[in-house]
């Protein structure tokens, strides 16, 4: 079993749509969780990082983290064809970015004009 | 967020020679970096972990004789892929943590022919 399982996709929505991006884990020691975005050929762009238990917002992202049920999404509102891309989850044992990261396998989103 | 720059962005060479792939910290000054490697419609894989001032520390598999890792300064750090062969293309990708989180570089793909 890997650490790290994320649903690869692909995912497809219509613009405007809501979109829910999930991972689970198995490694209770990992304690801080980012979201990337991957354009095809590209460097992964981070989006959020969080370490709490619970919602963090920025913009038209949100990101979850269920800590006792070793669950962490990623939802985007008011989707834009722009969105399209691979995203991946990523996770680090410890309390800080300043570790290894895990990466889920990434999941591919297309958003449909 | 924090810069991270890679040079060069594309490189072809010949079986049998070596290649260099920089990776800078343009805004912010790293101890640490990380080297990934990136296969078509795969997720990253970490290779190692580039310590400035100290020798670099290999995931199991990655053989550190042939990907050499030399991290000059705070601000940079070298992968020299030795005797490069077919099946070492691929998307070489560094990051450095920052913060609250890790930035990547654009990647450097590499065509061995």
């Known amino acids: 079993q890997k650490e790290v399982e994320q649903d690869p996709g692909p995912l497809s929505v219509p613009e405007g749509a809501i979109v829910s991006l999930n991972c689970t884990y198995s490694?209770?020691?990992?304690?801080?969780f980012m979201w990337y975005r991957q354009y095809s050929r590209k460097g992964p762009e981070l989006l959020m990082y969080t370490y709490s238990s619970g919602n963090k917002e920025d913009g038209r992202f949100t990101a979850q983290v269920d800590k006792s049920s070793k669950y962490i999404s990623l939802f985007i509102r008011d989707s834009q064809p722009s969105d399209s891309a691979t995203y991946l989850c990523?996770?680090?044992?410890?309390?800080?970015?300043?570790?290894?990261?895990?990466f889920g396998q990434g999941t591919i989103l297309t958003v449909h004009p | 967020g924090a810069v991270v720059s890679q040079h060069p962005s594309w490189v072809i060479c010949k079986s049998g020679t070596s290649v260099k792939i920089e990776c800078r910290s343009l805004d912010f000054q790293a101890t640490t970096m990380f080297w990934y490697r990136q296969f078509p419609k795969q997720s990253l894989m970490l290779m190692a972990t580039?310590?400035?001032?100290?020798?670099?520390?290999?995931e199991q598999g990655v053989e550190k004789d042939k990907f050499l890792i030399n991290h000059a300064s705070l601000t940079l750090s070298t992968l020299t892929v030795t005797s490069a062969h077919p099946e070492d293309s691929s998307f070489y990708i560094c990051?450095?943590?920052?913060?609250?989180?890790?930035?990547f570089g654009p990647g450097t793909r590499l065509t061995v022919l």
């Open positions: 990523a996770m680090v044992t410890g309390g800080t970015s300043y570790g290894k990261l895990t």
């Open positions: 990051s450095g943590p920052s913060g609250g989180g890790q930035f």
């Open positions: 580039s310590n400035e001032g100290s020798k670099a520390t290999y």
């Open positions: 490694n209770s020691a990992f304690q801080y």
